[in-house]
């Protein structure tokens, strides 16, 4: 069974810099499109990053277009998420998932594998 876990999580002012990794166990990783989720409190889970399986293809969230950036290294089985310019409403915890396509995918249906999240808290 594929493991897909999370880390890199902490405080952070607002400004500030955070960067996320996350491994995932199975031969067939490269295969497969990476995702990464955040949940707030009181809040459903939404779509923040995905990365194709090539890496040929990236997709974000308006709200974190232009300050986050997704990538992969397949030969590593990890996926990275460099959180930049991090502002308060960027806290939650962060979920690193793994989907059952190669293509871009932004729903969490879409998506198979699940870490166990990391909790990313920016302060103002």
């Known amino acids: 069974q594929v493991q897909v876990e999370e880390s890199g999580g902490g405080s952070v002012q607002a400004g500030g810099s955070m960067r996320l990794s996350c491994g995932a166990s199975?031969?067939?990783?490269?295969?497969?499109?990476m995702g990464w989720f955040r949940q707030a409190p009181g809040k459903e889970r939404e779509f923040v990053a995905a990365?194709?399986?090539?890496?040929?293809?990236?997709d974000y969230s308006d709200s974190v277009k232009g300050r986050f950036t997704i990538s992969r290294d397949n030969t590593k089985n990890s996926v990275t998420l460099q959180m930049n310019s991090l502002k308060p409403e960027d806290t939650a915890v962060y979920y690193c998932?793994?989907?059952?396509?190669?293509?871009?995918?932004?729903?969490?249906?879409?998506?198979?594998?699940w870490g166990q999240g990391t909790q990313v808290t920016v302060s103002s």
């Open positions: 998932a793994q989907a059952s396509t190669g293509a871009i995918a932004t729903t969490t249906v879409s998506y198979r594998y």
């Open positions: 199975g031969r067939t990783f490269s295969l497969y499109t």
């Open positions: 990365i194709s399986w090539s890496g040929g293809s990236t």
